[in-house]
């Protein structure tokens, strides 16, 4: 079970002075380079799937290979959702299995960013879920097009930096200290007197968006000031486009699987590299003996009814069905009726959690609450309900 709890990991990662990559996927060539290369160097790793991605590929079918894909490694992996655009965005990733997520309202003044992190913040604690925020604004989308949307780079102040931690109660912070999202021209200037004060005024986690490009000397001075987390993908992105460029080079005439050939270990020897530099080589073990294992629980009712009406009952089921999984925290939910006809309990209620913390927050939530007590209970008189941590 190597899906880990990623405030665990990070905080791991922050107190033995290493950084945890967190890189972005956009195909399963992606994801299988990313785990190839964190099994060869034991490290821990973070598949980010960043909203902005999404018009390329199928969210919620590459969260089931994500999903797929980490259980089956031997080293804790963590899956995160990089700049989730809003509160429903959050819910979504974290029902499909995401287990951290990113708030970006860094374009907000201030006090707007607070607010809508705070909201987020408050839902995710309560599936057990971190959360990284954002302050000051890293210029550029996640992509290989950084120069053709430059706006400009906003450093994270200090004292903000403070305020925004204590306010909203985010796990980890993103700085703006100079980097850029996609490619640059020439190395970045970064302002690490600013990072070293930010770090040492906060005290928790921090990351940097934007790590194409910089130099070994300056991941260095970035991890030893704090930073335990670095988006990456541009390189990844650069390294796959340039072998196809090369492959559909040297047969004008080759297909798909000629032209993505040998793409997967261009990105697998580039994330092997960024491991050993950042430090995270080697630290799987201590990771999986640090943190918590990330385990979803079965909340399981069987139950029989008062009425013997089918449409009645099989109305209730739909319509639990569609609005319980909206709760945040809910992976899925199941109903089933008994194969045979004389057993003790007729119906069932499957309803998967993604973390223990969910049992009290579904009980509580007013949409459950209503299900409950209007539609449920009123014909499910003789039931049992019972919660199982998967083991
Ligand atoms: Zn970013």
Request: aromatic content about 8%; some cysteine.
């Amino acid at each position: 079970m190597p899906l880990v709890n990623m405030r665990d990991m990070l905080n791991h990662a922050y107190q033995n002075g290493y950084a945890v990559g967190g890189f972005d996927l956009v195909s399963l060539d992606f994801l299988e380079a990313i785990l190839s290369a964190a099994e060869a160097r034991r490290a821990p790793v973070i598949l980010s799937l960043a909203e902005s991605h999404f018009e390329y590929y199928d969210f919620e079918l590459a969260m089931s290979a994500s999903e797929a894909a980490a259980r089956r490694a031997t080293v804790p992996v963590a899956i995160h959702l990089d700049h989730g655009a809003s509160f429903e965005s959050a819910v979504k990733a974290i029902n499909l299995g995401c287990n951290g997520v990113m708030v970006d309202a860094s374009h907000e003044a201030f006090a707007g960013n607070v607010g809508i992190t705070q909201r987020i913040v408050h839902m995710a604690r309560a599936c057990g879920v971190p959360v990284e925020g954002e302050l000051g604004y890293v210029a550029g989308v996640e992509g290989e097009d950084a120069e053709k949307h430059p706006g400009e780079v906003v450093y994270t102040s200090v004292e903000e930096a403070e305020a925004y931690v204590q306010q909203t109660g985010v796990d980890f912070l993103a700085v703006s200290i100079g980097t850029v999202h996609g490619r640059m021209k020439g190395e970045p200037a970064l302002d690490f007197e600013r990072l070293q004060m930010i770090n040492e005024r906060l005290g928790i986690p921090l990351v940097i968006h934007g790590g194409t490009g910089l130099s070994d000397d300056q991941f260095h001075k970035l991890i030893s000031n704090g930073v335990s987390k670095i988006n990456y993908y541009t390189a990844l992105a650069d390294a796959a486009g340039s072998r196809m460029r090369n492959n559909a080079a040297a047969d004008g005439r080759c297909g798909y699987t000629g032209i993505v050939k040998g793409i997967q270990d261009d990105m697998r020897a580039e994330i092997q590299r960024c491991m050993e530099l950042w430090g995270s080589a080697g630290q799987a073990d201590a990771v999986l003996g640090a943190a918590e294992a990330w385990q979803p629980v079965q909340h399981v009712i069987i139950y029989n009814v008062n009425r013997e009406d089918d449409a009645l009952v099989a109305a209730m089921m739909h319509e639990g069905k569609r609005v319980l999984s909206g709760i945040p925290g809910v992976r899925r939910v199941i109903t089933g009726t008994a194969v045979q006809g004389g057993a003790k309990y007729q119906y069932s209620w499957l309803i998967e959690f993604v973390h223990e913390k969910v049992i009290d927050s579904y009980r509580a939530d007013p949409v459950h609450v209503d299900f409950a007590d209007m539609l449920f209970r009123p014909i499910a008189g003789d039931r049992i309900s019972i919660d199982y941590l998967e083991s």
